[in-house]
């Protein structure tokens, strides 16, 4: 894999199921370096596979569909002449589409009243004079109040904050009338769903008089008509979000976090399934064990359960959660990472991805998955061989190490991933196949503070992130470094983020190991990140400890034990690593006569390496083999 063949990496939507489970209908995007942006359109395909995938729009970028319970109509997004995405709403039996919605700042992912008649929705409400109609430079000043004012790929969100919307009756004539705004007041509201009898939303917010200095979400309840006076469902102690009726209306089902007495411990939470009274008449109860494993992405209500996805020793497993709570049933596991999936009419579909593949939609039965499509192109990917190590204490680390052809021995590039809790897994991964196409082994681990693999694994770098990360790490490389096809005398290390952070503290830490290293978008300075980053404020305290050990934790401390050569990668739009954290780590090796270089991207966020402009995507790959070509 070269860096332009990211044109050739998909990416598959959540499939939505007609009613009767016999179609299926999904969104397939790609990279596009002609028009530098990602292009897309709705395919679908009969579930019993006596067909292939057939293209179903011709949108520049379509999105998010949905089907609505009648399987009349298929509403989804897409850009409208500003870029901005509205919700249209297509003929299932075909026809052309219709625009729905006409918000300023776009509409968020529709969901469909029980009657089929209206659609949910959130969209962003602009303050007046304020990014319409106006350039940036010229709007009026903003008045900050509260520490949450601002999110990474976003931006300022105190002057736009995010409202729940009822579109007028879906009509088929193709005119859209006036939507009805159901919330009000300085919140920002998401995830929305219909009661049954279409007499309520539900919906995810912080509503309440402490939001700005914890974590605290609550599921909340309304009438879908203006004016409507919220009713909070669950308790105020939780992070929750998701919710979801029972098919009597009785009962919420929901994702969510404990986050501690003090309400802002997020460090380690082992994400679970949740269920409460919807009247609230009794506190939430957990359906999912505490220890994990760790759930992740929507929840789906179905006849004997709640489906679910739940990360896995570096896998994400298709669950169902018993009503009743307990260990959860896999229905799709392994060595696959499950991306979304949907269930309807008696049928089952999921996309999963696994090593070879960005993704595949499968149906689901009880004899395994049956797979529906196979848009996979491009170079055929390099295998990723498990491993698992031991760190100092005996400690069990789980990992993977990708080879390039030849024989070897192979210079070695160590990969470090953010989060810290996230972590690397069965899936194709451009990052190690660019790296290893062009040479060099790739290495790459889940430490203690990595999700996936328990509670107690997620906080065991709690006050110590720097040192306990870098023992599990710096064993895994060993383990590796075991196997005579690696050349331990030409060893990179990289990583982005939480892993920028890791690059850093390892290169002051062992930089005798290194010929050269990359940190991009990393927290270096614990400090300025409190105050700079849009999480700063919530952030440090539960995972580093108090501000009097920010110092000794922070990798800008031991800058000036960095022996390696050094390139810095940001992007100057990052507000969640800011661009000051890079800048500072140049100034203080630059300034010392030490081999640095910094790279910095316009316009870009956090997620460059993700979903940054493609061009943008390929130049950074460059940028890397350059660097390791010159030091590998």
């Known amino acids: ?39 897309g359109s709705l395919w679908s395909v009969p579930t019993d596979g006596s067909a292939p995938p057939a293209r179903l729009t011709r949108g520049a970028r379509d999105s998010g569909p949905v089907f609505s319970p009648d399987g009349r109509w298929i509403a989804f997004l897409r850009p409208d002449e500003d870029g901005r995405a509205q919700i249209h709403v297509l003929p299932a039996d075909g026809g052309e589409p219709w625009k729905v919605t006409s918000h300023p700042l776009g509409a968020g992912a529709p969901c469909w009243s029980p009657d089929s008649g209206r659609l949910a929705y959130t ?11 106006v350039e940036p430079g010229k709007e009026p000043p903003r008045r900050i109040t509260q520490l949450k004012y601002r999110l990474d790929g976003l931006g300022f969100t105190n002057d736009r904050r995010s409202h729940v919307f009822v579109s007028a009756p879906v009509d088929a004539s193709g005119e859209a009338g006036e939507p009805v705004r159901v919330t009000g007041g300085d919140f920002e509201h998401a995830d929305v769903a219909w009661r049954p009898d279409g007499s309520e939303l539900l919906f995810a917010a912080s509503r309440h008089g402490t939001r700005d200095t914890d974590l605290v979400q609550d599921v909340w309840a309304c009438a879908p008509e203006e004016g409507a006076l919220p009713r909070r469902v669950t308790a105020g102690d939780l992070d929750a979000w998701g919710g979801r009726f029972s098919g009597d209306g009785s009962t919420v089902f929901f994702s969510g976090d404990e986050i501690g007495p003090g309400l802002d411990d997020f460090v380690g ?35 004997d359960g709640v489906l679910g996805l739940a990360e896995n020793r570096g896998a994400v497993d298709l669950v169902l959660v018993p009503f009743g709570g307990g260990v959860p049933r896999v229905l799709v596991g392994d060595k696959v990472q499950v991306q979304s999936f949907d269930s309807a009419g ?22 395994g998955v049956r797979r529906l499509t196979g848009f996979a192109r491009g170079p055929a990917p390099l295998p990723m061989a498990e491993l698992t190590a031991h760190a100092p204490d005996g400690y069990p680390v789980h ?36 790296y290893a196409a ?63 952070f890791m690059t850093t503290w390892i290169a002051a830490h062992h930089g005798g190991r290194f ?21 700063g404020p919530l952030f440090p305290r539960p995972l580093y400890g108090p501000p009097e050990v920010w110092a000794g934790e922070s990798p800008l401390t031991y800058a000036d034990r960095i022996g ?43 997620e460059l390496s993700r979903s940054g402009l493609p061009s943008h995507r390929v130049a950074r790959f460059e940028a890397v083999l350059d660097w390791w070509r010159r030091h590998l």
């Open 399 to 434: 990992g993977w190490v990708t080879l390039p052809e030849g024989e070897g021995p192979h210079p070695v590039v160590l990969m470090v991933h953010g989060g810290p809790f996230a972590s690397y897994g069965h899936q194709l991964f451009d990052e190690t196949q660019v």
């Open 564 to 606: 390696a050569p050094f390139l810095i990668i940001h992007s100057e739009e990052d507000w969640r690593c800011p661009v000051e954290q890079a800048q500072r780590l140049f100034a203080a090796l630059k300034l010392r006569g030490h081999e640095v270089e910094m790279l910095l991207f316009p316009g870009e966020g956090h």
């Open 515 to 535: 010929r050269a290293a990359i940190s991009e978008r990393a927290v270096n300075s614990i400090d300025s990140f409190h105050g700079s980053s849009d999480i």
């Open 1 to 39: 894999m070269k860096p332009a063949d990211i044109v050739h990496l998909h990416s598959l939507s959540a499939p939505t199921l007609s009613p009767d489970g016999r179609r299926a209908v999904f969104a397939v995007t790609r990279p596009d370096l002609e028009e530098d942006a990602y292009l």
């Open 123 to 133: 969209a962003r409400v602009p303050e007046p004079g304020r990014y319409v109609d």
């Open 438 to 500: 062009a040479g060099y082994a790739v290495v790459m681990c889940n430490p203690r503070g990595s999700s996936g693999y328990g509670h107690e694994h997620g906080r065991a770098i709690i006050g110590a992130v720097g040192e306990v990360s870098a023992g599990d790490v710096m064993a895994f490389l060993d383990a590796a470094l075991e196997d005579g096809r690696l050349d331990s005398s030409r060893v990179g290390v990289m990583g982005g983020s939480h892993g920028g």
């Open 269 to 303: 939470q082992t994400t679970g399934v949740w269920s409460v009274p919807a009247d609230a008449s009794a506190a939430p109860t957990r359906l999912t064990p505490g220890e994990g494993p760790r759930m992740t992405g929507p929840l789906l209500v179905v006849a």
């Open 346 to 367: 008696g049928v089952t579909v999921a996309v999963v991805a696994d090593g070879r593949s960005s993704g595949e939609l499968v149906v689901v039965s009880g004899d």
